[in-house]
């Protein structure tokens, strides 16, 4: 069975940095975009970043630019978010999610996380 | 970016009812590429339809997806007990990618 398992959540003070791994397991992790999702409490999604199959393309939101980067390993199967120069503002729960097909972009998520909860507070 | 507007906020009904769920955008959404999803509390997003109108996989047929340039919805026929959750809408046809703000269905 699909499963995406996150890990490394935690409070962190503002400016600090953190770094998300999402364990994937049950299926062909190599062959599927991945991204990776947050949600602030009582609020909706905010897709936040994009990588392709083989590592080679990175997308992200402006929210994100120039201080979240995502990679992956694939021989691991693991998916990473590196969450730097944090403000209260990225306070959420992060979720990494698959996207729906592989090998192509479809930007829609059929397989997520049960998230990884990141606090930014001094 | 567009941004995507639910209605309404919450939506009480009783088991059997149907419900009628729309998400609104800012602008046309490119080539039907919208998604819905359930989430329920303590749970990751689960996705229900894509494109619009296509049902994911092991989705009842009881939810059903329409619509097209800037007017979407989602209907719930004979809502079960089971299907009172908080429904987001996403677009996905124009980056960044975006989502609603989501609708709840409570029970009545």
């Known amino acids: 069975q699909a499963r995406l398992v996150e890990s490394g959540g935690g409070v962190v003070q503002p400016g600090k940095s953190l770094r998300l791994s999402c364990a994937a397991s049950?299926?062909?992790?190599?062959?599927?975009?991945m991204h990776w999702v947050r949600q602030a409490p009582g609020k909706g999604p905010e897709w936040i970043s994009f990588?392709?199959?083989?590592?080679?393309?990175?997308y992200y939101a402006d929210s994100a630019k120039g201080r979240f980067t995502i990679s992956r390993d694939n021989p691991k199967n693991t998916l990473y978010l590196q969450l730097d120069s944090l403000t209260a503002e990225d306070t959420a729960l992060y979720y990494c999610?698959?996207?729906?097909?592989?090998?192509?972009?479809?930007?829609?998520?059929?397989?997520w996380g049960q998230g990884a909860l990141v606090t930014v507070s001094s | 970016e567009i941004v995507l507007t639910q209605s309404p906020g919450t939506l009480s009904l009783s088991p059997g009812e149907r419900a009628t769920l729309s998400c609104r955008a800012s602008?046309?959404?490119?080539?039907?590429?919208v998604a819905w999803y359930q989430q329920k509390p303590g749970q990751a997003p689960r996705l229900l339809i894509y494109?619009?109108?296509v049902r994911a996989t092991g989705i009842p047929d009881r939810f059903s997806g329409s619509g097209s340039g800037t007017e979407f919805t989602l209907t719930i026929n004979r809502v079960e007990p089971d299907d009172f959750a908080v429904y987001f809408c996403?677009?996905?046809?124009?980056?960044?990618?975006?989502f609603g703000q989501g609708t709840r269905l409570d029970i009545k």
């Open positions: 494109g619009a109108s």
């Open positions: 996403q677009q996905y046809g124009t980056s960044p990618v975006t």
């Open positions: 602008q046309s959404v490119n080539s039907v590429y």
């Open positions: 049950g299926f062909d992790f190599g062959t599927y975009p």
């Open positions: 999610a698959r996207d729906a097909l592989p090998d192509t972009w479809e930007y829609y998520f059929d397989l």
């Open positions: 990588i392709s199959s083989h590592g080679s393309n990175e």
